[in-house]
């Protein structure tokens, strides 16, 4: 079995220490090579399906939080309130109520929508110690978080269209999802009292859900305090189920902070605001990923790419010179030369890493390299610049393929 928490500290991606605390996890290197790359990713898919990022504070004033109704639904979860200078400032324990703020900072055009505002932001939350470990329950956050300001008649094509982007990222990532949950309200004090609201947010879902022919199932008490969610859940290699995917619809937080549009008409309209995650908190998401593939992951996210093998001493400069063109095309390679033990020795070092380009006497004097994949599968040697351009094109489709018979 892949424990993330083992895995993770083997191959030097992340640790914690005392001194700076339980479920405050730093990431080294390599790990923060994933973590880069992996968020880079989410903001070029971001990006392309239109929406701007932005960066907000990870503090607010006590208030913010009133309005959006954390601070009476949630403050259990939130750290304690500081004073600064006669004022109360809380860590935020989520994004959505600072993005409400940036959409209504000026006046808004039913053109502009629907309006996709994403970030990448931290956040943080008051988990007890006894449910922390490694990067799947922590107390810092850096959260893949959007929120689309939209009309109502615009509401079941944009999450329709999140939940495209969930399953696209899922491919690249080679993760699938275990099941869909329609996480709807459970009794007590927990939620907005709002039945009007929640029965209008729920249909829509449950119509995104019906339209888009994905297998679901209802479940009650996993609802935000606002509002119904889409919860696209994982399982871990120890059975353990999560989310890790959540699209929701919320007609409390458009009224708290009073957001409004110009219509067609003239007249202030209220926007619906769609929460959306693909892949929730990178912490987990990196957690899922160390266990889904035992450390060995798509060539397009690992930390070290090319692992360059010279078979001696010798062919050490060409090896260097193979090297530096890797880092010219963007491609992350590192050079394992005789010093680190036998040629075998090396392989089994580099079990890994994608991709090994061993470098003899014949493959140096040809400009060839022989590239063994992590697969098991030895190619014959072939010219530098071919072997190049194939990994260039598979990592840059984000393919979760080893190698193609022809270049992309």
Not at 234 to 257: C, I, K, M, N, W
Not at 264 to 292: N, T
Request: hydrophobic share 40%; net charge neutral.
């Amino acid at each position: 079995m892949h424990d993330h928490r083992r895995l993770g500290r083997e191959m030097g991606l992340f640790d914690t220490d005392p001194l700076i605390g339980a479920g405050l996890p730093y990431w080294l290197p390599d790990g923060a090579t994933v973590r880069h790359t992996l968020e880079e990713y989410i903001r070029a898919t971001e990006r392309r399906a239109g929406y701007q990022h932005v960066y907000s504070p990870v503090l607010g004033k006590r208030e913010l939080y009133e309005i959006s109704g954390h601070w009476a639904h949630y403050s259990d979860d939130m750290f304690p309130p500081m004073d600064l200078g006669g004022e109360q400032v809380v860590l935020r324990p989520s994004l959505c109520p600072h993005h409400a703020v940036i959409f209504r900072s000026r006046s808004r055009s039913y053109r502009e929508l629907p309006l996709r505002m994403a970030e990448l932001g931290g956040m943080y939350r008051s988990e007890l110690s006894g449910v922390l470990g490694g990067l799947t329950r922590v107390r810092a956050i850096q959260l893949n978080d959007a929120h689309v300001f939209c009309t109502l008649g615009q509401v079941a094509e944009e999450a329709q269209a999140a939940l495209e982007m969930i399953r696209r990222s899922y491919a690249a990532l080679g993760i699938t999802s275990t099941r869909y949950r329609l996480s709807l309200p459970g009794s007590g004090g927990k939620y907005v009292a709002a039945p009007e609201k929640w029965q209008r947010s729920t249909a829509l879902l449950t119509d995104v859900l019906d339209r888009s022919g994905l297998p679901y199932e209802a479940a009650g008490g996993e609802a935000a305090f606002y509002g119904p969610k889409i919860d696209v859940q994982v399982t871990d290699r120890a059975g353990r189920e999560s989310t890790l995917s959540t699209v929701q619809v919320d007609f409390h937080q458009p009224e708290q902070f009073d957001l409004h549009y110009i219509g067609a008409d003239g007249a202030k309209h209220r926007p619906v605001m769609i929460h959306r995650s693909i892949i929730g908190s990178v912490e987990r998401a990196v957690a899922h990923l160390i266990e889904q593939h035992g450390g060995a992951f798509p060539a397009w996210l690992a930390p070290i790419q090319l692992a360059v093998l010279p078979v001696s001493d010798t062919e050490l400069p060409d090896a260097a010179a193979l090297a530096r063109r890797c880092a010219d095309l963007g491609l992350r390679a590192q050079v394992a030369g005789p010093d680190r033990g036998s040629l075998g020795a090396r392989v089994r070092q580099a079990r890994l890493i994608p991709y090994q380009a061993v470098i003899g006497a014949r493959e140096a004097a040809d400009g060839h390299v022989a590239l063994r994949l992590r697969d098991g599968r030895r190619l014959a040697p072939r010219p530098v610049s071919d072997v190049l351009t194939r990994i260039s094109a598979l990592i840059g489709a984000h393919s979760t393929d080893l190698w193609a018979d022809t270049a992309s």
